[in-house]
């Protein structure tokens, strides 16, 4: 069955950096737009970033563009999520989704 897993979520300063990972199975990934969605506390879900199959197109929540990077190695099936300048609002927890189904979520937390 479709298994989405992510990691590398945890506790990071204003200004710094994580890279989360989405690792994908069950279904062929290469032929698939795939997604990062978030939910902060208290808040509905909210969609971050997509990119396409082949990784050459991609698009930005206009509260993440300039700081988050999407990518994807479909040789690896796994999906990628630099954020970079990171800001206490992006506390939430992040899930990749893909194939109609989306993966257990990791957390991001922003705090000094």
């Known amino acids: 069955q479709v298994q989405l897993v992510e990691s590398g979520g945890g506790l990071v300063q204003p200004g710094g950096s994580l890279r989360l990972s989405c690792a994908a199975s069950?279904?062929?990934?290469?032929?698939?737009?795939m997604t990062w969605v978030r939910q902060a506390p208290g808040k509905g879900l909210e969609w971050v970033s997509d990119?396409?199959?082949?990784?050459?197109?991609?698009a930005y929540a206009d509260s993440v563009k300039g700081r988050f990077t999407i990518s994807r190695d479909n040789a690896k099936n796994t999906l990628y999520l630099q954020m970079n300048k990171l800001k206490p609002e992006d506390t939430a927890v992040y899930y990749c989704?893909?194939?109609?189904?989306r993966g257990q979520g990791t957390q991001v937390t922003v705090s000094s």
């Open positions: 989704s893909g194939s109609g189904s």
């Open positions: 069950g279904f062929t990934f290469r032929r698939y737009t």
């Open positions: 990119i396409n199959s082949s990784g050459g197109t991609t």
